[in-house]
């Protein structure tokens, strides 16, 4: 699979996870806008109710007062219409038999008395009924009149209008706790709650309380849900672990899909290794056997300088193939954890000076020139001679690889003590340099910077993968700085030997 391929899919992953906690999180926060809404609907209507409820028994309460205080009046009206009543049944019981008697028995007297009498009744009868209306009329004008000429402090009731909104909170589906307090239509302030709290962000609700009395017999109750915020968000609780999951399963995707390139990108290098191996091999393998045939042919004159040149082509070849599979090998070792350091404390101004004694030679026959400043005081460090003298072999030679055709390679070697604790050398070129996207893979294992069209570079990549597992072996810390065209600057820092 093509890498362009592995990005694409890598980009709809991420698109279609992104999308759907969106999604999610959209759901999440139209949820929680519906709650509040149903909640504050349900809270406006249960103080709405709560007033009202308060109103009721108020009404009633001084309804009662005053119905108390009429008892008497009416007590006497009631006395007198049963009087009258007893004389309307009286006068009944005579004159159903009126109509057997005969007018002219009667005298014309005593049907005129008669008469008196029953329009005496009904001047009674509609004098008490009249009484009575007025008795009503004056409890009603009391109660609706005479009752919000009362203090608003003297007709609040705490306790009923909690119990009021209580019930009507519950009655809505509300069975959060909450507080509230009480002021006048001009902001003086009747009644408080002990626990009650302005804290945090939470709305306040307001109700006008005694709606129907005028404005300045009003007064105003505000409550206020300690839980409310909880309680709203609590329903995007439901949707929390799967926006969780969505999240982990995108991690994971993303951590798999990186694993993908990178194992892609690992397969590419140990592809890439494997060729170079068998350049590496292949050039060492027969210039041995060519050597060994012309040894082996006896058809060739052979002096003794022929012996001792072919012998030295044979030792040096043979030298170069072991070193190759040594590199091999101690990335295998490192790989497993299974080196084992042989450390003792060595001058290591000693030993890079004799590492540049030898490598000058390589240099000067190219052109170059290789310079060395000493200026560590004091070189002793905790050290495995071979590695150590490997790591600044395989920077120099790094060095060498990478030269400028055009310009004569120059290499610089400076050793230096840093903050007294510290051993430290740098090695510098003025050769290809190295991008700043490559700067970070460099010390990845068969990571090779490609050169362009140069194919005279050889090695396995290998070289500075060993160079910085060695120096983090011996607790130090190797940097590089380049730019392009210009030259690489690579810095080691080692600790001292205490």
């Not at 300045?216 to 909880?230: A, L, S, Y």
């Not at 060519?290 to 082509?313: C, F, H, P, W």
Request: hydrophobic fraction near 40%.
């Amino acid at each position: 699979m093509k890498r362009s391929y592995i990005w694409l899919i890598c980009v709809v992953v991420c698109i279609a996870f992104i999308a759907l906690l969106y999604l999610q999180g959209s759901y999440a926060k139209a949820m929680i806008r519906m709650r509040q809404e149903q909640f504050d609907e349900n809270v406006l209507r249960s103080l709405d109710q709560a007033s009202r409820e308060l109103e009721k028994v108020e009404t009633y309460r001084y309804l009662k007062k005053v119905l108390n205080q009429h008892e008497r009046g009416s007590r006497t009206a009631r006395s007198d219409s049963f009087h009258i009543t007893d004389h309307v049944l009286q006068f009944d019981t005579i004159i159903p038999n009126k109509g057997n008697m005969s007018l002219g028995s009667l005298s014309i007297n005593r049907y005129n008395r008669v008469a008196e009498s029953i329009s005496n009744l009904q001047k009674h009868v509609r004098e008490a009924l009249l009484y009575e209306q007025d008795v009503l009329d004056e409890v009603i004008y009391a109660v609706m009149y005479r009752a919000s000429e009362q203090r608003f402090q003297d007709r609040l009731n705490p306790a009923v209008l909690d119990g009021c909104l209580r019930n009507a909170l519950q009655a809505n589906g509300i069975t959060l706790p909450f507080h509230f307090i009480v002021y006048t239509s001009d902001g003086r302030e009747v009644y408080r709650c002990e626990d009650y709290t302005e804290e945090g962000n939470d709305p306040n609700y307001q109700q006008p309380l005694f709606r129907s009395d005028p404005m300045g017999q009003m007064g105003e109750v505000i409550i206020h849900f300690p839980d409310q915020k909880r309680y709203i968000r609590g329903v995007a609780n439901y949707m929390a672990p799967a926006m969780g999951f969505t999240i982990i399963l995108l991690i994971t995707s993303l951590i798999t899909i990186y694993l993908i390139v990178r194992q892609k990108r690992i397969s590419e290098m140990k592809k890439d290794f494997v060729h170079n191996m068998t350049h590496e091999f292949k050039t060492p393998i027969s210039t041995i056997s060519i050597a060994a045939q012309m040894l082996a042919d006896k058809s060739v004159n052979k002096s003794e300088e022929t012996y001792e040149r072919l012998g030295s082509v044979i030792t040096s070849e043979t030298r170069r193939l072991r070193f190759q599979v040594e590199k091999v090998l101690q990335m295998s070792l490192f790989d497993n954890n299974n080196i084992a350091l042989k450390l003792q404390e060595l001058d290591a101004n000693e030993i890079i000076e004799n590492v540049v004694d030898t490598f000058s030679l390589k240099v000067t026959q190219s052109g170059g020139t290789l310079d060395m400043r000493i200026e560590a005081y004091n070189p002793f460090i905790n050290a495995d001679e071979m590695h150590f003298t490997n790591i600044i072999f395989n920077l120099l030679d790094n060095a060498f690889k990478y030269r400028r055709e055009d310009e004569p390679l120059a290499i610089q070697v400076h050793t230096y003590n840093q903050n007294e604790t510290h051993f430290c050398i740098s090695i510098s070129d003025n050769g290809i340099g190295i991008q700043k996207d490559n700067l970070k893979r460099i010390f990845d294992k068969f990571y090779r910077v490609h050169t362009g069209d140069r194919h005279n570079v050889k090695g396995f990549g290998l070289g500075l993968a060993y160079v910085q597992k060695m120096v983090e072996l011996h607790h130090g810390t190797i940097k590089v700085t380049s730019e392009l065209g210009k030259g690489t600057k690579f810095t080691i820092s080692i600790p001292l030997s205490l």
